[in-house]
């Protein structure tokens, strides 16, 4: 296996060398592909990276890189943004996507030709970027800080007196300052330097693991963070075994057989704790690197469940992030044990569990997501009034109905597009958004601003959807009168801040029109919205009174259209 050359070794790195490293890129880009191409092609700005890193970076600059966010110092997610929106506020999703994939691919590579003890090289980070949950984690700035927790592990796990002191130094400071996983590390930085004590480097490293945790001790001290107690009670326990054991290799079977599921999940979870114990009796020549990974496996499960309800959790509807570590070291302890067995039953078992797991990735594999016209809103954002405060949607959870709202100033939507180097070449016709905000629909009562029948002003459709749906105190109007193919327009009169319910679960030919508006002010797309959803009219650009012009020409199957309008 090769290692990485420490720096300032002098001499070129021979060709060989090259093309392996360019192979591993290839290998891990084609995994990410395949993890989260929509970010790719269609990138996107989620969760905290827009919320609050973007905010922070707005309000206080650079100095914002050192904060904590929900308890933790995120110093790589916050540098990536800070870098990308130096860049350009327009073209910053997909420049903070590329840069966040450039350090995935990166930190991978890493993995692959360090001089680890563990034996896989690059199955290690192979089985890292095939983990059986959803790609949660995968492909966006603010969670790269997941993959540099791989690199603290990756350094404790360093072959004694294996060189590259600074390179194994440098993981430990980004990954220690990004990732909370350090303080999970720390006791066996410290271990390595108390068996090898005579050796610097490894004192080294231990100081610098130190310092780095305790720097995320007292970010999360500083944050007042809460932890759960789920895991700290024996069904706590008992819930944990069966969740992240058996997910990891028939999580699939278990989604697709929900009646079997508590069964098929305890019976891998045994299985593959017996694998282990076994392992762990029969390999005694590498007993503390079992027994380290094991210590991982479990402090990982511990720090999931200290973060969130672990009866909840999911490796692909509720918290698939909080099974990414548990997952990772649940695959390299099966991969050593694979390599490193002295029976034949137990190699081939380990490798035949890691074999399913990568099978259980596929129906995980990758997830879409709305596109929520970050150029088109930043765009907005500059036209409003310096003290006027412009929503610019985030992603959540990949639907634009539940997306969370960046509230920014036209003053400082101005100040990003000064500084926007590539603004020019942003194309002219993204300005374009709809003239409404989607949301979930509200609970039952909450109705204040949704608009009433009384606002048809000429209904084309002369129909309902398909279900014939009744919601008390709405009356529902649709185009379906007797199949999909039903087309026709429906016109309604509203003012700036009215509300409608909407649906259409193929909007391909169905289209908004705003009269009364600016030419070519909004665009005409309406969203696929199989499920009710709230079309929020309150565009600051939208005048006082309007009509709206729901057209709907679709005749494709699933084409149809409806609105629900207060029965008032």
Known sequence: MSSVPAPGVAGRIDRSTVLKLLSYALIFFLILYARRSAQLLHPQVWDEDGLVIMRDLIQAGPASILWPLNGYLLVIPRTITFLALSVSVSYYPLISTLLAWAFTIAALI???????????????AIAAGLVPSDPEVFGLPLYTFWWAGLLIVAAAFWRPQGGATAWRVAFVVGGGLSSPIVLLALPLFLCRAAMWRKDVAERIVAIVATVCAIAQIAALVQSHVVAQQSLLSTSGLLAALPMFFGNYVAGSVVRAQPQFATVIEWVVAVATLALIAVALRTGRRHIAMLAALLYLLFGSIALSAARAPILILDPVTTGPRYFFYPFVFEAWLLLQIAFLARERFVRWTAAAFVGLAVLNAIPALSRPHDDLRWLANVRNCAQVGDTEVYGVPIEFDGRAAS????????????????????????PADAALVPPFVMHDPPPPGAYASFASVRAVVSNGWNGTDVQH????????????????????????????????????PVAHRQRI?????????FDTVLPNAPDWVVLDFSN????????????????????WSAVALLNA
């Open 403 to 426: 997306a969370w709202v960046l509230q920014l100033s036209g003053a400082h939507c101005r100040i990003l597009a000064a500084r926007d180097l590539l603004a020019r070449f942003a």
């Open 540 to 559: 600051r650009r939208l005048p006082n009174d309007f009509i709206v012009l729901l057209e709907d020409e679709g005749t494709g199957p699933g084409e």
């Open 469 to 504: 749906s009744l919601l008390p105190g709405f009356v529902v109007i649709g185009s379906y009168r007797s199949g999909d193919a039903d087309t026709g327009a429906l016109k309604l009169r509203l003012h700036r801040g009215d509300r409608i319910l909407y649906r259409s």
């Open 513 to 521: 029109i705003v009269e009364g508006a600016a030419p070519a002010r």
């Open 110 to 124: 890493a993995i692959s030709v360090s001089p680890l003890a563990l034996r896989g090289g690059v199955l290690l």
